[in-house]
Every structure is written in C-alpha cells, then in structure tokens.
C-alpha cells in the first residue's frame, strides 16, 4: 500500500532565481515522489494564493504535513488533495499556501506511481491513451511581463498543428526559435531572452507577427507539416480598468475595437489559438469574440478561469471561450487540476497544460497531458526548465 510516512518540504531555486517549494514524499514499500512548484509574473487576480516560500513552507509542516503521515495513503490522490483543504482551511489556500499545496500533491502522485512502478501518466489515468500526444505550443517572441521594453503581446506562439509525433513538433518548435533568431538578425535587431526562453526584442507587435509568420513558414516548408502562429495575448496585463482601454504604449483600444483588432489578426494570420485577448473579469467580451472566430481559432481562457471550475463553469454558461489554460498552482491541487480538466471536455473546451513562466525542472505537467488525453500543452520551445518537460513528452511517446 502507499501510506505517506514522511513529508518534507524544502526551498530550492527557479528558473529566475528565486526561491520556491519542494516537497518529498515518502511512502510505505519504499515509495518517493519529489516535485516543485512553479510560479507565475503574469498572474489571474483569482488564483489560488502562492505565499512567500519561508510562510509556506512553515505553514505546511505546521498544518499540512501533520494531517497526511501515517494518515493518509499517497495512491488515493482525493484524499491527500481532502487533506490539504482541510489543513488550508480557506478556499483559496491562503493559509498553507497554493505553492506549498501543489508541490506535496504532485509529489504524493509521484510516490504513489513509484509504488506500483508506472509512470506518472498511467497512474494519472493514462492507462488508456490512445496515439494522439499534446500538441506543444512554443514559445518563439515574447514581451508583456516576461520581458522588458519588448512586444507588448506577451507571447507569439508556434504551434506544429500538422507535426506527425511529439518529437517532431518538439524539434519544429525549435527549429522556429532558431529561425526568428535569423530573421531577427536580418533585420539588425539584437534580442535577448525573456522568462521563458522566448526571443524579447524591442520590436512593435506588427513586426512580431510578421517574424513569427515568416519564421514557421520557413520551418513548415522544410519539415513538410504544417505550423501555425498562436497568441497569448495576456490581456488582464494591458488593461487599464480605470480608463476602460486596452493600452498598447501610446495606442490604446477600447473594449470593442480591441475585439475587431483580435479578430482581424485571427484572419490575417490564421491564428489556431488565442489565450487571454481580453481582460479576466470580461466574460461578456471573451463571448462576442468566440462568436466571431470560434469556429476558426480556439480562445483560451488563462487568467479569466484560472483552473477554478466555478469561474470555468460561469464562462460555459455565458459562452465565453472554447478552451482553458490548465496550470495546477492556479489550483493547487491535482484532483482540483483534473476536475477542471474533464469539465472542461464534458463542455466541449479544449484543455491546454501549461507550465508558468517561473518553472523548474519539474516534469508533472508533461505527464499530466499525457494523463488527460489534453490536445496541447504549453511549455515553451527552449531552456532547460522548459526542455525538462518536452524531453519528458518524447520519452513518454516512446514509453521510454
Ligand atoms: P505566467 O505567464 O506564468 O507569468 O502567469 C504565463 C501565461 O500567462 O500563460
Ligand atoms: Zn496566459
């Protein structure tokens, strides 16, 4: 069996440098799972609360640790997600902390899957899945919070729609990374990196899309499949609620100039995917534009669900979006992830994994997507903490 019979939680680095929760976990029959939690620059006004990691960490061996030893069994995942609400208390883990929770979640499924010598995705509910595997979507050139003086759209994306496995669109993602590279330099403009490995030049968002057009284009000819350019448009972050306009540096966009601007860059570039293209609390504007272009594109909900079921559950009845951003520390939990995630596909959403800006070389996510049969998963196209978990997608595919 798997009950938890040590839980340690400990602070290590992310990928900018700053500090975040590990958690051990420790089962009966040798079982060990260790998983860390992410963290986001960009985030929803309702996700679940992220603490600072000394709180977090003090407040989770006080409270949470206590309630799971010798108490509750890792393999029963409700269970040990049960355990860390009641130790929270609140409904936003405000009082262990989101970051904390998280982690020991996701390490309790580890240690379990170590148990019985499955990988992660079986254990997840993977058992069954078919051939299909998550389409990654890359990202290429990048501004928004992640970057400073770079696009004011946070992230031009690269999505290998016609890539016939993982390991095909992994590497066409990269392929597009190095090419928007080349193309930068063509055009003399120096550019480093932002959080997420993503090209962060002090270009206008036209010439972005016009790179990022080019770029898998370029790469779509020589690999033979198609590539598409996706968006996230990180909208909460360009909103200017006192003003009521969307602010683009000088530019600004009331709410209905802002739709016809998004829908005329689905048309013009034959955008497959845009995340957040309004702000968080606009379910009303994510409505009119999944009427306008949802039967072209999928608008993908990120700070405007926040991996919560009841916000999820509000934009099903008001028609807004036809896909949600599935990232577990806006949750907290794993069973809360996975909830999100089936009624999201019970109501025709398409659900997209994401990792966070602030990552780690944690693999979770990867499996998660397997788990869930999810049609994309976000992860960026390089970098350590980012290849982490598409090197993870390619092992998966070949069930290395
Ligand atoms: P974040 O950004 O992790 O900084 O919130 C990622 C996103 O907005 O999708
Ligand atoms: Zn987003």
Known sequence: MTLITDVRLRRVLDSRGNATVEADVTTENGGFGRAKAPSGASTGEYEAIELPVSEAIAAGREHAVPRLVDSVYAGDQREVDEALHAADGTDDFSEIGANTAVAISMAAAKAAADVLGAPLFQHLGGAFRGDSFPVPLGNVIGGGEHAADATHIQEFLSVPVGAPSAEEAVFANAAVHAAVADLLDERGVAAGKGDEGAWAPSIDDSEAFEIADEATTLVADEVGFDIRVGLDVAGAELYDADDE???????????????????????????????????????????ALTDRVGNRTLICGDDLFVTNVERLTEGIDAGAANSILIKPNQIGTLSDTVDAVEQAVRNGYEPVISHRSGETE????????????APYIKTGAVGGERTAKLNELIRIEQNA
């Open 362 to 373: 944690d693999t979770t996510i990867a499996h998660l997507a397997v788990a869930t049969d």
């Open 245 to 287: 306009v969307y602010r683009y540096g000088d530019e600004t966009r009331d709410k209905a100039e802002q739709i016809d601007y998004i829908a005329g860059l689905v048309d013009e570039y034959d955008l497959v995917y845009v995340e957040d293209p309004l702000d968080e609390n606009d379910y009303d504007g994510f409505a």
